[in-house]
T-cell receptor, first 113, second 114 residues
Framework: DQQVKQNSPSLSVQEGRISILNCDYT??????FLWYKKYPAEGPTFLIS?????DKNEDGRFTVFLNKSAKHLSLHIVPSQPGDSAVYFC????????????FGTGTKLQVIP | EPEVTQTPSHQVTQMGQEVILRCVPI?????FYWYRQILGQKVEFLVS????????KSEIFDDQFSVERPDGSNFTLKIRSTKLEDSAMYFC????????????FGPGTRLTVL
């Protein structure tokens, strides 16, 4: 059941450059999308979210873009910092954020100093 | 900043034994959740809980599992008779509810069934 897909298991980026993490979804009922960051042996930490009524949401160095027609979202991190190295999970829910969240498989980001 | 806490951080048990995983959600939140992540796999939804009852559960959440909010602060997940395949990280999450709610996750309990 791959309703949320992150096709890149890993990504390496130089410090100071842009990191772009991609996510695709198949369930048209999803209307709320989130990105979580996860370090080993820790729980997912909320990073940024976007509602389906928007196509962009920005919070500091993090921007999420949503393309509903393509069922695609992306997370941009500018500039990337070594502390950003972690696994990033794309997640989605239907009928509001209080419903169950469906996670992607994650992308491991490594920011090289 | 308020956070979700979970105890214990690691639980080792024998197959067939009962375990209770405990969580203290963020205090003003109304919705509570359990997720799990088997090693190498993605985070999977188990159950959501609101107004003292289960609001949704996945096919994973069978009769061996139960949840309870025994008081105003704790939220527990009980596995009645553990199996080897129950070994996983179990994450508790909470949210206040609403169309753009965000679920905040605890640090997890690593359950090892021998």
């Amino acid at each position: 059941d791959q309703q949320v897909k992150q096709n890149s298991p890993s990504l390496s980026v130089q410090e100071g450059r842009i990191s772009i993490l991609n996510c695709d979804y198949t369930n048209s009922m999803f209307d709320y999308f989130l990105w979580y960051k996860k370090y080993p042996a820790e729980g997912p930490t909320f990073l940024i979210s976007i509602s389906s009524i928007k196509d962009k949401n920005e919070d500091g160095r993090f921007t999420v873009f949503l393309n509903k027609s393509a069922k695609h979202l992306s997370l941009h991190i500018v500039p990337s910092q070594p502390g950003d190295s972690a696994v990033y999970f794309c997640a989605a829910s239907a009928n509001g954020g209080y419903q169950k969240v469906t996670f992607g498989t994650g992308t491991k980001l490594q920011v090289i100093p | 900043e308020p956070e979700v806490t979970q105890t214990p951080s690691h639980q080792v048990t024998q197959m067939g034994q009962e375990v209770i995983l405990r969580c203290v959600p963020i205090s003003n939140h109304l919705y509570f959740y359990w997720y799990r992540q088997i090693l190498g796999q993605k985070v999977e939804f188990l159950v959501s809980f609101y107004n003292n009852e289960i609001s949704e559960k996945s096919e994973i959440f069978d009769d061996q599992f139960s949840v309870e909010r025994p008081d105003g602060s704790n939220f527990t997940l009980k596995i009645r008779s553990t199996k080897l395949e129950d070994s996983a990280m179990y994450f508790c999450a909470s949210g206040w509810g609403g169309s753009t709610d965000t679920q905040y996750f605890g640090p997890g309990t690593r359950l090892t069934v021998l």
